[in-house]
């Protein structure tokens, strides 16, 4: 029984964005309907629990749209269909976190004794769930390096029923043959879930690819000003999109109409944040080029990078992320150099208008292909402050670095 059976699934009561309106256009619209609000431009939060019926039949009625606000109310109807749109699937489900969706998809698919295979690059809290619970389920989680492409064929086992994929990678950024490891996933009948957060269903769109399960953690560009926690599960499979929604209603990872709301609000300026974002990194990214106290650079553009030309061929640009590895040096000359650091302070995160930077320890969570580099690595979050303040900052901190080295 995937679904209560009194709950309709389609978004009846949003209005669509035309199919020959462009990205920027649809986004502007997606989610909104203000003939159905006395005008009012966006969606008003539904602050909901409970939902009153006018009489017994009603609440028999299996058409009827609302139950009770954990199960759908109309704000998550507005969220869902515009990130269904973003993501160019036939619907979406929202979750409380972009960890809940990790989970709600996984856990929407996968049985005990089932076999999972899981990019070596993967989101380091999704191994630890892997780690923690699926574990414990009895589910045996296999690592494989993000290069694979075709090769993954030679790992798929009787009972592999997922394979996980997260491109780019999570801190070096490497790129995944998605459609070709797509394509033997379908003639094996499993199931492949894409960890979206990087692109933000802009720079790249898995559905498209025939990734059965898209998700994002909406916390990141979509919600944009680093103040709620978010995620959302897209898919163009019908079957599947029941199978999500009862995992979520079954985990009760609901979000908040508010969450809900500033994540529309992002997206209402998401293309144009991305754009001056991945500009300002670019530029940024020009500037440490030039730089020898940055051993390694991980950012799609560089042709040098794993994976350049299939990111070249299926997405549209790369966002604000830059990671690198600095030259071998002592602790002390790291830590003074990023603690000099002014415009990047030292935060998770990323997406944000506000330029950040956080320590990476490849080390520990890569198994699969185990990391050898020697320098101490970090990833830089580059905001929309101004590109010449962010490369004078490094300067600054530079110094400090080569001083002590
Ligand atoms: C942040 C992030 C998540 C998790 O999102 P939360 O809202 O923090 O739970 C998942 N995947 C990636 C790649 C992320 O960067």
């Known amino acids: 029984m995937p679904c209560p059976p009194f709950i309709t699934e389609e978004n009846s009561k949003v209005k669509k964005s035309k199919s020959n309106w462009s990205e920027d256009t649809k986004l502007t619209h997606a989610g909104r309907d203000p ?210 929604r009862s995992a979520a209603w079954d985990l009760g990872v609901a979000p908040t109409a508010e969450d809900m709301y500033l994540a529309l609000r992002g997206l209402r300026t998401l293309t144009t944040r991305m754009k001056q974002n991945a500009a300002n990194a670019l530029e940024v990214l020009g500037y440490m080029q030039t730089r020898e106290e940055f051993a390694k650079l991980f950012h799609p553009s560089l042709e040098t990078h794993k994976g350049h030309d299939i990111w070249k061929r299926d997405f549209k640009g790369a966002n604000g992320l830059i990671g690198f590895m600095l030259q071998d040096a002592p602790s002390k000359a790291v830590h003074d150099f990023i603690n000099a650091l002014e415009l990047f302070p030292i935060g998770s995160s990323w997406g944000g208008f506000e330029s950040l930077c956080q320590p990476q320890d490849l080390k520990s969570y890569r198994t699969a292909v185990p990391w050898d580099g020697t320098g101490a690595c970090f990833r830089l979050q580059v905001g929309l402050e101004a590109p010449k303040d962010l490369i004078g900052d490094l300067e600054q901190g530079l110094k400090v670095f080569n001083a002590e080295k």
């Not at 998809?105 to 989101?123: A, P, R």
């Not at 993000?146 to 997922?162: E, K």
Request: glycine residues 8%; hydrophobic residues 40%.
């Open 35 to 244: 003939d159905a609000y006395h005008g009012i431009v966006n969606p008003p939060i539904s602050r909901t629990s409970t939902i009153l019926y006018p009489d017994l039949a009603a609440y028999e009625n299996p058409s009827h749209r609302y139950r009770y606000g954990r199960m759908g109310n109309p704000m998550s109807d507005a969220f869902e269909s515009a990130m269904a749109e973003l993501e160019s699937g036939i619907g979406a489900v929202g979750t409380q976190t972009g960890m809940a969706a990790i989970t709600t998809s996984i856990l929407s698919i996968v049985k005990s004794g089932d076999h999972v295979l899981m990019v070596d690059t993967v989101y380091p809290p999704t191994r630890y769930f892997a780690a923690n619970i699926l574990k414990r389920m009895n589910v045996e989680v296999e690592y494989y390096d993000p290069m694979i492409g075709a090769d993954i064929q030679s790992l798929i086992r009787d009972n592999t029923s997922i394979i996980y994929l997260e491109s780019p990678g999570s801190a070096t950024f490497e790129i995944m043959d998605v459609p070709t490891i797509t394509k033997i996933a379908k003639d094996k009948g499993i199931t492949t879930i894409l960890d979206n957060t990087y692109s933000a269903g802009i720079l790249f769109k898995p559905l498209d690819h025939g990734v059965d399960i898209s998700f994002q953690s909406c916390t990141k560009y979509v919600g944009g000003h680093s103040d709620i926690n978010l995620g959302v599960i897209a898919t163009k499979d019908e079957a599947l999109l029941k199978l999500i």
